[in-house]
């Protein structure tokens, strides 16, 4: 079937992005933010497309080592039509509770879906939220600002998380690894032990040992009160089952 966009030649197309069960038009805008991306020296790092991040599927998922100042290492870029009907709240919260920041992208014809979106976001962060626009047509592509884990009050607070299957320890108490944090200065693994949900810390020596998880001195609340302020940073996504 032959192509019905109109594409502006300013924009290039990623040809290694396959279109999958979506629009031509859904697919088309992904594959051009993609090539900006991929093609700024700026952003270095893995750029992939439809991969997850919980137990969502990302339109595009960057976690990159290096990036301009205004832009995370860790992100997700969601494109949306007119035809999509998805729960953005939900979808950015679980996002940011497994470390992604969010850029929401809606195509020119989704001005309806962008204001509903731009209301409900907004009850949600302690500024107004400043989402991505694309054209095609026109050869306009904005990301508009990330939505970041420190300007949104998430109604229920607790971190991501994937269970930590340990061979040898009590099946009766269930472990989980919420990811990395910068913690004083130093990078640690955080890991809580449910249902008590204590907090323990596996401090990193260097890039390949840790030392064994000892107990926080700050409990659950007071952890994410410090991650709310920025005391405490996030450094990397939840780790999927090993």
């Not at 050869?139 to 930590?164: N, T």
Request: glycine share 6%.
């Amino acid at each position: 079937m032959p192509s019905t966009l109109t594409v502006h030649p300013a924009i290039t197309l990623d040809s290694s992005i396959q279109q999958q069960n979506e629009s031509e038009q859904h697919w088309a805008v992904k594959s051009a933010i993609c090539d900006r991306l991929r093609s700024d020296p700026d952003y270095t790092g893995t750029i992939e497309t439809e991969k997850k991040t919980s137990d969502l599927i990302a339109d595009i998922r960057c976690q990159l080592t290096e990036s301009p100042a205004d832009v995370p290492q860790q992100f997700v870029v969601e494109v949306e039509t007119s035809a999509s009907n998805k729960d953005r709240l939900r979808a950015t919260i679980d996002h940011l509770k497994f470390g992604f920041e969010v850029y929401w992208v809606f195509v020119a014809d989704a001005l309806t879906a962008r204001r509903k979106t731009e209301s409900i976001l907004s009850d949600h962060m302690n500024s107004q939220p400043s989402l991505g626009v694309a054209s095609l047509s026109d050869g306009e592509i904005s990301l508009g600002a990330p939505i970041r884990w420190g300007e949104f009050d998430i109604p229920s607070r607790w971190l991501g998380h994937h269970e930590l299957y340990v061979p040898t320890y009590d099946r009766g108490v269930d472990c989980f690894n919420h990811g990395d944090f910068t913690i004083d200065g130093e990078r640690t693994t955080i890991y809580r032990e449910h249902p008590r949900g204590r907090l323990y810390g596996s401090r990193y020596l260097d890039e390949k040992q840790q030392t064994l998880p000892e107990p926080l001195q700050q409990s659950p609340r007071e952890f994410l009160d410090r991650l709310q302020t920025g005391d405490i940073e996030r450094v990397s996504p939840v780790r999927g089952p090993p």
